[in-house]
């Protein structure tokens, strides 16, 4: 089994208990992705707003300086377990893990925040080995503006001047632009403006669940017009109306609906695990077999390969 999960919080989870992928008791630790068939998992840095950061380690911290520290603790996260995980920055050393009999660890970032400004910082992250910038959060930053539950300031806001700057500067470098949290004019001008595929790391559809983080039929179309890609998100609040509770079908659901309407070849998975609070049917990474034994009902073998790993691998093969 190979499964590519484009998107958890799993390091500042790690970051803030001061933790490690062997004693970790969240939805992400070294045995859970064994059993549920990891191939590849995509460790967001998450930057959170200074007032939790500030919260949590009890003085202020600088988004750039925060980055930082979330870098060099995903570093000592990873190489803890070097004996079974190794990290990956292309689709060669993906399979070149595999076939020594490691999975990958795939470095991406969850809000450009840190960049402030500063385009020289895409090309330094970059070198640090960042696969994918996830551009905004919940909150306006130098990129540009995020999601909204107002319609006119959710079509009306997009990327800044800079945030051009940025999704040309990744597409040179050969890194992934994530949409996901930006607002929908953010993600047309990215649609426009991008030269290559990019992904929403975890996101939903709205039509069947209406929450401003979750795509439009429309957005589904762009997305599989441009050959870029949705990873599914776990959520409950972008799947349903369980009140924090998730179901497998849940997320059949919303695979089957994206396939439908952004095509087989744009679905993959982006749990958002370590960063939801939504009670599992499945409970963790360990129950990804769940979720595609479910799929097996609605799909072939090489379509439930394509949403557990293909599409992720197609997605970083183009950025190269």
Not at 182 to 207: I, M, N, Q, T
């Amino acid at each position: 089994m190979n499964i590519i999960d484009l998107h958890c919080d799993t390091v500042l989870s790690c970051y803030m208990g001061k933790k490690n992928l062997r004693t970790y008791d969240g939805h992400i630790n070294l045995e859970k992705l064994k059993e549920g068939g990891s191939l590849a998992q995509c460790f967001a840095l998450f930057i959170p707003p200074h007032e939790y950061v500030e919260k949590q380690v009890g003085h202020p911290v600088d988004p750039w300086d925060l980055y930082k520290q979330l870098l060099n603790c995903y570093r000592e996260v990873i190489a803890d377990v070097s004996d079974v995980m190794r990290p990956a920055n292309t689709v060669k050393q993906i399979l070149d893990n595999r076939r020594d009999g490691y999975s990958s660890a795939i470095l991406t970032i969850e809000d450009a925040v840190e960049l402030d400004g500063k385009i020289e910082r895409v090309g330094e992250v970059y070198g640090d080995g960042v696969k994918m910038i996830a551009l905004t959060w919940n909150f306006e930053n130098s990129v540009g503006f995020p999601n909204s539950r107002d319609p006119e300031e959710h079509l009306r806001r997009g990327l800044k001047p800079f945030g051009f700057e940025v999704v040309e500067r990744m597409n040179d470098l050969g890194m992934v632009v994530d949409v996901s949290h930006l607002s929908e004019a953010g993600f047309y001008d990215v649609a426009e403006h991008s030269r290559k595929p990019f992904a929403a790391s975890h996101s939903c559809a709205r039509a069947l669940k209406d929450h401003p983080r979750n795509l439009t039929d429309d957005q589904l179309k762009v997305i599989g017009d441009t050959g870029s890609v949705v990873g599914v998100n776990f959520y409950d609040q972008f799947l349903n109306d369980r009140n924090g509770y998730t179901e497998t079908e849940d997320i059949v659901r919303h695979i089957l609906y994206i396939r439908d309407h952004a095509g087989i070849e744009s679905v993959a998975l982006g749990s958002d695990f370590d960063g939801i609070e939504s009670t599992l049917e499945f409970k963790d990474f360990s129950g990804f077999p769940q979720i595609l034994s479910a799929l097996e009902k609605h799909l072939t073998a090489e379509e439930i390969d394509k949403i557990s790993y293909k599409n992720a691998m197609r997605l970083f093969a183009s950025q190269e």
